[in-house]
């Protein structure tokens, strides 16, 4: 096999971000001596060593001049130094290098998911579990376990109910108050863009009957007048704003547990979207949360941190006296985000023509255009990345115009970016249903990345037509990744976390077989929807680290890269196409060369390794369990 190996000099430009990694991490000193021995090995011209060495493995590398191999070696920060066949890369090292048989499994570059509230999301594991609840009498049931077990005036939190796994009745304050007498309660819909919350949290929130509807926002009520209990997108701050706030141990345990979840579903990278409406939250995680787990070195995966918009110059104060990305590798910031509109299921996402279902309704503008316009011109101008949520049809057709309308890219308009090329990366978040051709041509021209999430099609597709009608709901309209892609606009991959599960390997799964997924007419929706399994994956790897700003860093496995690799019992991509139940399960996931999950199904080989091509894939299957490396994160 035609390797890929390091040149001569391919170690200079490591020096400075090796010495500056370790010398922001004063406390590692493990780092600290690993950098030196780094940089000695380069300064006596020695080439810098090489801390670990994977082998007997498929891997899909993503990159199109070497799309292959089955092993690389990596440094001691991380790095990757070459990738190539087994017995090239069991030729490097020395007797200290530690040599990992992956025993003929299949590896990826570790999957970036574009799109994640992280705290939310594992804040959310530790609350009611309403998603799949199928009936009011569960709902019910769900609520009062949650609110035995709790304290008077202790707030119940949960999310996940979705409407139409019941018939499609909201739940109400009806529904909840008998159950929960002393606790205020509010649980989400399954988008966060809609709400029940009881009468107790109606009483603290100081919201009667008299409340009206906030710009943006809906509170709804009976034909009575009488409140129901049911707040979509900026009506929920009026209940919201009134629960206590966590604290930074709070956030700190919320990030380790989302963090855990995310690599034991194969992450390395996460785009986090953060608080985006609530701006002191969003910078107080930042701030406080995120950089002290960068410094501290506990943070166990990498993040790009999202801010809200209308922080736009605080951000590019950070960045000016910052840079874009700690020392240590892990974190990134440079992103801001914003809501066009708001979501399908909620019927607050912009369309320009009614809802089927509710003619009275075209959705809601989350953001005032005029306000969107001046922020996001603004913002262009001092090189930050801009995200703009858009669901439907409309939203998207504004904001494409919206990008279009920018000014030129110019050479001071890249430091939002990792890459030394000048380039405007705006996104839009979801693009989820397109008014026809001239919006793909809209958004290829605007030169922006589409974050689509293919997993909310699963929790859409029973209600898709009902809201649309069979015309805008039909593939390349709705869910649009295939036509996107066909388009030549980049697409990224993201699963929204917590509105749909954390499953990149369902998400691949469902973009692949989308065209077979039955409407409630009984039809199929397809053909023109599905993508192919290698696209799926790009997405989540190649795509992400576009998405993300990182493409020099992550998404990829090549020689300088972060040694950010997933491993999968067997061939991912020869499974998409199957049966979910046949998609191979995470065996371990890496970040900077280490073991992030699990570390015991791989005993390190003896460093006398023969330097042959070791025997293939064993007949039994490969366990859950990980790694024997270090699983310290760094």
């Known amino acids: 096999m035609a390797g890929i190996r390091p040149s001569k000099y391919a170690w200079l430009p490591l020096c400075l971000s090796i010495l500056g990694a370790a010398l922001w991490l004063p406390k590692d000193t493990d780092r600290v001596t690993a950098a030196w021995q780094q940089v000695l ?5 020695a080439g ?13 590398t993503g990159n199109a001049e070497a799309p292959t191999a089955e092993g690389f070696a990596c440094s001691p920060d991380g790095h990757i130094l070459a990738v190539s066949s087994s017995a090239d890369i069991l030729a490097m090292g020395n007797h200290l290098t530690k040599r990992v048989d992956l025993q003929g499994s299949f590896v990826t570059p570790g999957l970036i998911d574009a799109h994640v509230h992280m705290l939310i999301g594992g804040s959310t594991l530790h609350q009611i579990v309403l998603r799949g609840i199928a009936s009011k009498a569960d709902f019910v049931a769900a609520v009062q376990d949650a609110a035995v077990k709790a304290s ?3 707030w119940l939190l949960g999310h996940g109910w979705a409407e139409a796994n019941w018939g499609g009745d909201l739940p109400s304050i009806t529904w909840v108050d008998h159950v929960t007498p002393k606790n205020p309660m509010m649980l989400s819909r399954m988008d966060m863009h809609m709400a029940v919350v009881n009468s107790e949290a109606l009483r603290v929130a100081g919201l009667s009957d008299s409340a009206e509807s906030p710009p943006g926002g809906r509170v709804d009520k009976d034909t009575e007048g009488k409140l129901t209990g049911i707040l979509a997108d900026h009506a929920m701050t009026l209940v919201s704003q009134h629960i206590p706030k966590q604290t930074h141990l709070d956030k700190h345990r919320a990030l380790q547990t989302a963090a855990r979840h995310l690599l034991s579903k194969g992450v390395t990278t996460a785009c986090d979207m953060g608080a985006v409406q609530d701006s002191a939250d969003a910078w107080d995680t930042l701030d406080n949360v995120y950089v002290p787990a960068a410094d501290e070195g506990t943070l166990p995966m990498r993040l790009m941190a999202m801010v809200p918009l209308p922080t736009w110059r605080k951000l590019h104060d950070w960045v000016l006296s910052r840079g874009k990305s700690h020392p240590g590798g892990r974190l990134h910031w440079g992103g801001l985000k914003d809501f066009a509109d708001g979501s399908l299921g909620s019927r607050t996402a912009l369309m320009h023509q009614p809802y089927t279902d509710d003619p009275s309704s075209r959705g809601v503008r989350l953001t005032p255009k005029e306000t969107l316009q001046d922020m996001v011109t603004a913002a262009d101008m001092t090189g930050l990345q801009i995200a703009l949520h858009a669901i439907g049809d409309r939203a998207n057709d504004e904001v494409a115009a919206l990008y279009r309308s920018l000014p030129p890219v110019t ?9 030394s090329i000048p380039v405007r990366r705006h996104r839009v978040e979801h693009a989820q249903h397109l008014s026809g051709p001239q919006a793909l041509e809209a958004l290829r021209e605007a030169g922006v990345v589409a974050v689509t999430n293919p997993l909310h099609l699963m929790s859409d597709v029973d209600i898709m037509e009902a809201r649309l009608g069979k015309g805008r709901a039909k593939p ?12 030549g606009v980049a697409v990224a991959f993201g699963s929204d976390w917590p509105v749909m599960p954390a499953e990149p390997l369902a998400t691949m799964h469902t973009a692949v077989n989308s065209d077979n997924l039955t409407l409630p007419s009984g039809s199929l929706w397809g053909p023109g929807a599905s993508v192919s399994p290698e696209e799926a994956l790009r997405a989540h790897t190649v795509g992400g680290a576009v998405a993300c700003n990182l493409e020099s860093e992550v998404g990829v496995l090549r020689p300088g890269m972060r040694a950010d690799f997933s491993v999968f019992q067997h061939n991912l991509l020869g499974s998409l196409t199957g049966d979910l139940s046949a998609i191979p399960e995470v065996v371990a996931t890496f970040v900077d ?9 791989f005993p390190l080989a003896p ?5 042959a091509t070791p025997s293939k894939a064993p007949s039994t299957p490969l366990s859950t369990a990980a790694f024997s490396q270090s699983s310290q994160p760094r």
């Open 593 to 601: 060369g280490q073991c992030s999950f699990g570390c015991s199904a």
């Open 476 to 487: 390349g309209l709705a869910f649009p990744s295939r036509a996107l892609l066909q388009a």
């Open 411 to 419: 050479g001071g308009n890249s430091m939002n970016s990792t890459s």
């Open 607 to 611: 460093s006398n390794a023969p330097s």
């Open 48 to 60: 810098p060593s090489i801390a670990s060495v994977y082998f007997n493995a498929t891997i899909w």
């Open 41 to 45: 090995h380069l300064a006596i011209g």
């Open 152 to 154: 008077p005036g202790e």
